[in-house]
């Protein structure tokens, strides 16, 4: 495993989490990293996003989600705010060690990490 994402938990609706997403192994450095996640008896479904020269939202969560990266701690970090319990499902974070832009969808990534759940109830 070469990513870790972190910062799940259980909150409630309207609340607010932070994940962050590393590497022990490499530097994140500013290649393209995506978010996805996995809710119970769904698919795998992309996120967000960011690029050198890019960001992307899925619709679901545009306004809500922000991406973010601080090189100097070596993480990328998913915002999201005002969570809904369709947000609820483990979060993974990827990204290939190389700089393509994230376009008009989350773009396949090979290379995963371990994912951490976010549940949203009351």
């Known amino acids: 495993v070469q990513l870790q994402a972190s910062g799940g938990g259980l909150v409630q609706p309207g609340g607010s989490l932070r994940l962050s997403c590393t590497s022990s192994?490499?530097?994140?450095?500013?290649?393209?990293i995506g978010w996805f996640r996995q809710a119970p008896g769904k698919e795998r479904e992309g996120v967000s996003c960011?690029?050198?020269?890019?960001?992307f939202y899925i619709d679901a969560v545009k306004g809500r989600f922000t991406i973010s990266r601080d090189n100097a701690k070596n993480m990328v970090y998913l915002q999201m705010n005002n969570l809904k319990p369709e947000d609820t499902a483990v979060y993974y974070c990827?990204?290939?060690?190389?700089?393509?832009?994230?376009?008009?969808?989350?773009?396949?990534?090979?290379?995963w990490g371990q994912g951490t759940l976010v549940t949203v109830s009351s």
């Open positions: 990827a990204t290939d060690q190389d700089y393509k832009e994230c376009g008009v969808e989350v773009p396949f990534f090979a290379k």
């Open positions: 192994r490499f530097t994140l450095d500013y290649y393209t």
């Open positions: 960011m690029s050198m020269r890019d960001a």
